[in-house]
């Protein structure tokens, strides 16, 4: 895990843009883009997680706890959903 | 709270929607003061309830819903509140205006379904609830300028503490005397004319005349509920023309269902601007530390675990001397009934039916309070959710998600509620087997036949210098028997008749807060009512049957001229009697400040040897005054064998032993057998019904207090002690597996709209039971045999 980390984080050096799950713990980014079966998408969306807003990793694995507006939510996706964040330092 | 309930055509009917957890139940028992059940975390609500309120003359009826993040609802309590925001539901009629509450803490998401409202075009009105949490982060709202904005009244509020209630009144009646508002527009013009399309394609195929708001739901909600609703007229032509509709928006750049979530928070930003203000800094709060602990994959996992047994051994120490405490009164209450009424059947009744069979279930009520202050404490501090986050990791393995779980904690308490908040869960077929699963999960009715069975056949031994008692742990392990069995069962419906892949978990965490006090109390009141109005009435009744089966046809008359000469010998040996129960009393109190000793016998033989000194002079004296007492006892004698008969001769005797044969390898007499079989409907039965068998078909003396001694001193007709561990136990695993509760069936039937469901319960339970009783049953006697010979 920690090695897949590494890697997404140098081939993404530029844009910082990672997957959400490879957030550290207290780690922050903004939300790029949600991506997945469009059902389960607009559920995240209504629930809060939309491109735009800034989470932050509570407790990383699976299922994770972030935090959106102080907020808490805790998450486990399918395997066909991915969330992008830009990470914000 | 007693409600006026004014004539219907004057009310004005209103819902409250929003947001799960933002305090709509909270206002709503506020508003209305009629209690709607609260708790901390989303989902408590799960269906709808009515209240009326009356201010400046108008009277409101107010509608509480359950919490949804969106008018397209995908689960079945989602479903509730947006069928009466539509007006779709008969009993609730149409809808005058809403109340929107939000957590005025987390703003911008809970304006997403505030948005969705809008559109509806109905007066509205915005609460901002949880404005003390807002004001703690140092949010900064200004409602006046958000109000002009939305042209709507805007109300900062804190329901919790009742503050501005007044305000939302009002609020609400004057929104109640305004005309339908133009919605604000989000959407291109294309989304509109294809609404306006599909309208008249309707009109000419479904021969429907249906608003436009319910039209754009319809092309946003891809694979939505409303799609199979509103297309019933003629599916196959309007879910081509619906698909075909969402086809040409997509390759206009509409791209439904993406460009709702887009549209809203995008006028959302729009709308906020300027309107509030979040301070960068984020404050470390208790939410933080407690969570690095509680959500902690060993720790959390720990601390659930120690949680759990805590409630236990508190209750156990708690509540057991309080039972027996009510157990005299019992006992008492039993005895000054009996010496008002002449020996007949009408004392029999109300001694033998009455007393000792709603009694001896309410000598729990003690427990039954504890055990629902402890649920209704978790229950509102916010630590459900993240139990059930704790929880998805082992409910995966078995297909299921963290979702589920919270139903299944709450069918701790009763299956019922618990089964009810399955409503939550998206997935059907999730659903279905948390329904399934949800009656082996151990209720509050259960308990008093763990209490009874384990507070009689246990030892009391203890460690840790008294914190952690044997019988705590018998309580523990038996309630979570049942959840254990649980895992396989729902693993097995999950690869066959519900094979499903693992569902996603999203779940909201709401922050710790000190329990509300009156929440709580209001809880336990709430269940201990309950309790007491059931023994009154369901279990009454079943008492009275059980008593007249048991009582008549015999002839008692015999019977009856025993009690009188019991009566007239007590009166007699009065004095002896008195002084027999003070030396039998000083006698027990010895024994227990003195505990069982650990050390070696060298250091403490003094001690011991005093105490065995003691102990014969008061022997001496019971032995002594037992000669004395020698024609009462025989008298007893003569009752317990008349009436042993007696009982035998009864209906409820010869039916006993028609069907003893199927109990025996359980290791039960055809009393327990009766016993459980007349708890089928209701489990709490078994309690009462073993109260009135051996109040009637007494092994009594003058010392016998309660079910409990009756039990000790039950025997077979050979002499052996009927029960023992091994029995104790197959009684108690027969009850933690068996669905023994007609409600629960019923609500089964409602909730899956088909009897087979409970059926199919009710049959793989039972099954489940008897096979569970005979391996306790058993593998008990075995493991006992085996530790007393090694
Ligand atoms: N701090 C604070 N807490 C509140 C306020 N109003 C309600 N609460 C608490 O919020 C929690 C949730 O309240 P509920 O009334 O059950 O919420 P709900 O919206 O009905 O929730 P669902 O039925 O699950 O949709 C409870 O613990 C309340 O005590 C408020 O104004 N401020
Ligand atoms: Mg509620």
């Given amino acids: 895990m920690r090695f897949l980390r590494k890697v997404a984080r140098m081939s993404s050096a530029i844009s910082q843009t990672l997957p959400l799950e490879l957030l550290a713990t207290g780690e922050q980014g903004t939300v790029i883009e949600v991506d997945g079966d469009p059902n389960l998408v607009i559920r995240l969306e209504e629930i809060g997680l939309h491109s735009g807003v800034v989470v932050r990793m509570i407790q990383p694995g699976s299922p994770c706890i972030l935090e959106i507006n102080h907020q808490r939510y805790s998450f486990r996706f399918d395997e066909s959903t991915q969330v992008f964040v830009d990470l914000t330092p | 709270m007693v409600e006026k309930v004014p004539s219907q055509h004057l009310a004005r009917t209103v819902a409250v929607i929003g947001n799960p957890n933002t305090g709509k139940s909270t206002l709503f028992s506020a508003l209305t003061g009629v209690h709607s059940r609260i708790g901390n975390y989303p989902g408590v609500t799960v269906e709808k309830k009515l209240g009326w309120f009356e201010f400046e003359g108008q009277s409101v009826r107010l509608v509480d819903l359950p919490g949804t993040y969106s008018l397209s609802p995908r689960s079945i309590d989602e479903m509730v509140s947006v069928d009466v925001l539509l007006g779709r539901q008969p009993d609730v009629g149409p809808i005058d205006a809403v109340v929107c509450i939000t957590d005025a803490s987390n703003l911008e998401r809970n304006l997403y379904v505030v948005s969705q409202v809008l559109d509806l075009g109905l007066p509205t009105v915005l609460v901002l609830n949880m404005w003390d949490v807002a004001v703690d982060r140092g949010i900064q709202i200004d409602p006046v300028e958000l109000a002009r904005r939305l042209e709507i009244a805007v109300i900062p509020c804190e329901a919790h503490r009742r503050r501005q209630l007044d305000e939302v009144r009002r609020?609400?009646?004057?929104?109640?005397?305004?005309?339908?508002?133009?919605?604000?527009?989000?959407?291109?013009q294309t989304f509109h004319e294809e609404a306006r399309q599909l309208q008249t394609a309707f009109q000419q195929f479904g021969n429907q005349n249906l608003p436009i708001y319910l039209i754009e739901r319809l092309l946003l909600d891809v694979g939505g509920q409303l799609e199979t609703a509103l297309t019933k007229p003629n599916p196959a032509e309007l879910l081509t023309r619906l698909k075909a509709a969402r086809e040409r928006l997509a390759t206009a750049g509409c791209r439904v269902p993406g460009i709702e979530a887009k549209l809203r928070y995008g006028w959302i930003k729009q709308l906020m601007q300027g309107v509030m203000t979040v301070p960068d800094k984020r404050p470390a709060t208790v939410t933080d530390t407690l969570d690095r602990w509680l959500t902690h994959k060993f720790w959390g996992l720990l601390a659930f675990c120690l949680t759990m047994f805590l409630v236990f051994q508190s209750i156990s120490t708690v509540a057991e001397p309080l039972m027996k405490f009510f157990e005299v009164g019992q006992k008492q209450v039993g005895g000054w009934v009996g010496s008002l009424l002449a020996p007949g059947p009408l004392r029999s009744l109300i001694v033998d039916g009455v007393i000792a069979g709603v009694g001896g279930i309410l000598v729990f009520l003690p427990q039954i309070c504890l055990l629902f202050l402890f649920i209704a404490l978790l229950e509102d501090c916010g630590y459900m959710a993240r139990a059930a986050f704790l929880m998805d990791k082992l409910m995966t393995k078995v297909g299921l998600s963290g979702k589920s779980f919270v139903p299944l904690m709450s069918s701790f308490a009763c299956a019922i509620p618990g089964i009810m908040a399955t409503r939550t869960i998206e997935n059907r077929r999730d659903r279905m087997v948390t329904i399934l699963i949800a009656p082996l999960m151990s209720c509050s009715a259960r308990a008093p036949v763990y209490w009874l069975m384990v507070a009689a056949f246990f030892p009391t031994v203890s460690w840790a210098g008294g914190w952690v008692t044997l019988h705590a742990i018998m309580m523990f392990v038996m309630t979570f028997f049942g959840a254990v069995v649980a895992i396989p069962i729902a693993w097995l419906l999950k690869k066959?008749?519900?094979?499903?892949?693992?569902?996603?978990?999203?779940?909201?965490?709401?922050?710790?807060?000190?329990?509300?006090?009156?929440?709580?109390?209001?809880?336990?009141?709430?269940?201990?009512?309950?309790?007491?109005?059931?023994?009154?009435?369901?279990?009454?009744?079943?008492?009275?049957?059980?008593?007249?089966?048991?009582?008549?046809?015999?002839?008692?008359?015999?019977?009856?001229?025993?009690?009188?000469?019991?009566?007239?010998?007590?009166?007699q040996f009065s004095s002896q009697l008195e002084q027999k129960s003070q030396l039998r009393s000083r006698r027990e109190l010895?024994?227990?400040?003195?505990?069982?000793?650990?050390?070696?016998?060298?250091?403490?033989?003094?001690?011991?040897?005093?105490?065995?000194?003691?102990?014969?002079?008061?022997?001496?004296?019971?032995?002594?005054?037992?000669?004395?007492?020698?024609?009462?006892?025989?008298?007893?004698?003569?009752?317990?064998?008349?009436?042993?008969?007696?009982?035998?001769?009864?209906?409820?005797?010869?039916?006993?032993?028609?069907?003893?044969?199927?109990?025996?390898?359980?290791?039960?007499?055809?009393?327990?057998?009766?016993?459980?079989?007349?708890?089928?409907?209701?489990?709490?039965?078994?309690?009462?019904?073993?109260?009135?068998?051996?109040?009637?078909?007494?092994?009594?003396?003058?010392?016998?207090?309660?079910?409990?001694?009756?039990?000790?001193?039950?025997?077979?007709?050979?002499?052996?002690?009927?029960?023992?561990?091994?029995?104790?136990?197959?009684?108690?695993?027969?009850?933690?597996?068996?669905?023994?509760?007609?409600?629960?069936?019923?609500?089964?039937?409602?909730?899956?709209?088909?009897?087979?469901?409970?059926?199919?319960?009710?049959?793989?339970?039972?099954?489940?039971?008897?096979?569970?009783?005979?391996i306790a049953f058993n593998a008990t006697g075995w493991l006992m045999t085996f530790s007393g010979n090694s």
């Fill in chain 2, 171 to 188: 609020g609400i009646i004057q929104a109640c005397q305004l005309p339908q508002r133009t919605p604000p527009d989000l959407f291109p």
């Fill in chain 2, 496 to 571: 066959t008749l519900f094979k499903s892949e693992t569902p996603p978990f999203v779940m909201e965490l709401p922050a710790y807060k000190w329990p509300s006090p009156g929440i709580v109390l209001h809880r336990v009141f709430d269940r201990a009512s309950a309790f007491v109005l059931r023994a009154g009435t369901l279990i009454l009744a079943t008492s009275i049957l059980i008593w007249s089966a048991s009582y008549f046809p015999s002839d008692h008359r015999a019977e009856q001229q025993v009690l009188v000469q019991i009566q007239q010998a007590e009166d």
């Fill in chain 2, 590 to 774: 010895l024994l227990e400040d003195q505990p069982v000793p650990v050390q070696s016998a060298a250091e403490s033989s003094a001690p011991i040897e005093a105490l065995a000194a003691q102990l014969a002079e008061l022997d001496a004296q019971l032995a002594e005054l037992d000669t004395q007492l020698q024609p009462l006892h025989e008298l007893f004698e003569t009752r317990n064998q008349i009436s042993e008969r007696l009982l035998a001769d009864s209906y409820l005797g010869r039916f006993g032993k028609w069907i003893e044969p199927v109990v025996k390898p359980l290791g039960w007499d055809w009393r327990i057998g009766v016993g459980v079989l007349a708890s089928f409907p209701a489990r709490e039965v078994i309690v009462a019904t073993l109260g009135t068998i051996y109040s009637l078909g007494g092994d009594v003396d003058e010392n016998s207090q309660g079910l409990q001694s009756a039990l000790k001193s039950a025997t077979w007709p050979d002499g052996r002690p009927v029960y023992s561990i091994p029995v104790a136990m197959s009684i108690m695993v027969f009850f933690a597996l068996c669905a023994q509760c007609a409600s629960t069936l019923m609500v089964i039937r409602r909730e899956t709209n088909h009897w087979g469901w409970a059926l199919f319960t009710f049959v793989y339970m039972t099954l489940l039971a008897y096979i569970g009783a005979w």
